[in-house]
């Protein structure tokens, strides 16, 4: 029969366990994409780089599929929390930069001072989808699982 404390440290050596096949799925797919282009630089076939993105994705999925296909939780209660604050942390510096940024480049390129590129506001928009997907999970998991 086992204890407790032998249970509780298999449970955590198969989380580990776990977790790692789940990083080495994922960073074997950036790898294999990574080497794809490499080579396509050398040899430009497109179908090198199609091979490199069916890896990442395969990788990608592998991944996922560790992560929710498994009978326990691969993060614990401290890596749920440390992964908490970074989103914050991020959230907010993308705000702060957001805030700053935006009205001045409306500014520039509304006077003609500068003509701000497309792509810049390709960045912005993506950056307000972010913050509106944000938002209404936010909205979402307060109201139904507070």
């Known amino acids: 029969m086992m204890t407790d404390i ?4 298999q449970r955590q050596k198969k989380r580990q366990q776990y977790r790692r096949w789940s990083n080495y799925s994922l960073w074997g797919g950036i790898f294999a994409l990574f080497a794809a282009v490499a080579v396509w ?6 179908t090198v780089v199609y091979a ?3 890896l990442y994705w395969l990788g990608f999925f592998g991944m996922l599929g560790i992560q929710y296909g498994t009978e326990i939780d691969l993060e614990d209660e401290r890596q749920d929390e440390v ?3 970074a989103g914050a942390v991020t959230l907010g510096i993308a705000a702060v930069v957001g805030v700053l940024l935006t009205p001045a480049a409306v500014a520039v390129d509304a006077t003609g001072v500068y003509d701000v590129a497309p792509e810049f506001w390709g960045i912005i928009w993506t950056f307000v989808g972010l913050f509106v997907v944000f938002g209404i999970a936010h909205t979402y998991y307060d109201h139904h699982h507070a």
């Open 52 to 54: 490199g993105t069916i």
């Open 41 to 46: 630089v050398v040899y430009p076939d497109p």
């Open 6 to 9: 032998e249970s509780a440290r």
């Open 83 to 85: 992964a908490s604050k």
